[in-house]
């Protein structure tokens, strides 16, 4: 077969079209190639500067932080020099309120001594208005009311089951008691008292039990109203009449037979 101008012409021509074809390939490739060069240095960049801005992020943070903590640890030393400087003040309050108080307490039981002088006092002064005074006149006065009088005791107590009677002044004689209730400051609530020693004396004492029972008070001081309400509940008043004891109730008054 002979190869002809034409065909050669034909082959180069095909030569030249496919040369021209690789060039355009490698150009597209390499303008391919540059572009994602050039996206990647982007991508990169942005890369760095996100990176960047992160760590700037986190130095501002660290610093906010580093502040926050040095403001923190300060307000903490002030607040523990104020909590220090309240509580030696609180000391220092207690320790005057304890200095306070126990002045006080040192001026109560002064006052509590001086009580206790006056009650001991007092208590002699009963003592000696019941043996000197009361004991005594109850042998006479109660003669001038139809009472013999056979006997006085003083202070008689009585046990009964747990349970104590006592007595300032007993008067006796062959058919009829009396009970004889002796106060330092007579009270009605103190008239009260001996009316139910009245009601249960009988149990104490069952040997006065065939015997007429009759009740007194008597009071270095009478508080008002206290004879009167003595006197409706049929009891005989003492008290003290210049250097002996009389019967303040009235002639005519009638004691009550408990």
């Not at 500067?49 to 501002?60: F, G, N, P």
């Not at 006065?208 to 009167?228: C, F, N, P, T």
Request: hydrophobic share 35%; with cysteine.
């Amino acid at each position: 077969m002979t190869t002809t101008v034409d065909d050669v012409l034909n082959i180069l021509a095909e030569l030249a079209q496919a040369q021209k074809e690789t060039e355009r390939i490698i150009k597209e490739q390499s303008i391919a190639t540059e572009r994602s060069r050039q996206e990647h240095e982007l991508r990169l960049q942005r890369l760095k500067e996100e990176t960047e801005r992160t760590r700037q992020e986190t130095d501002l943070c660290f610093q906010q932080l580093t502040q926050k903590i040095d403001r923190s640890r300060i307000e903490n030393d002030r607040l523990f020099r104020e909590s220090d400087r309240k509580f030696q003040q609180l000391t220092q309050e207690v320790n005057q309120q304890i200095s306070q108080v126990n002045q006080e307490i040192s001026a109560v039981n002064k006052q509590i001594n001086a009580v206790n002088k006056q009650i001991s006092s007092l208590g002699g002064k009963w003592g000696r208005f019941v043996e000197n005074m009361v004991a005594p006149s109850c042998e006479t006065i109660f003669l001038s009311r139809g009472i013999d009088v056979h006997q006085v005791s003083q202070r008689v107590r009585k046990r009964l089951n747990g349970d104590t009677l006592e007595i300032d002044v007993l008067v006796t004689n062959q058919d009829s008691v009396l009970v004889v209730e002796v106060k330092s400051s007579l009270g009605v609530e103190d008239v009260k008292d001996l009316i139910q020693d009245l009601k249960r004396f009988r149990q104490f004492f069952p040997e006065y039990e065939q015997k007429k029972l009759y009740g007194a008070v008597a009071g270095i001081e009478i508080e008002e109203g206290a004879d009167q309400y003595a006197y409706k509940q049929g009891l005989f008043v003492l008290a003290q009449q210049g250097e002996a004891v009389g019967i303040l109730n009235v002639a005519e008054f009638e004691p009550k037979v408990w």
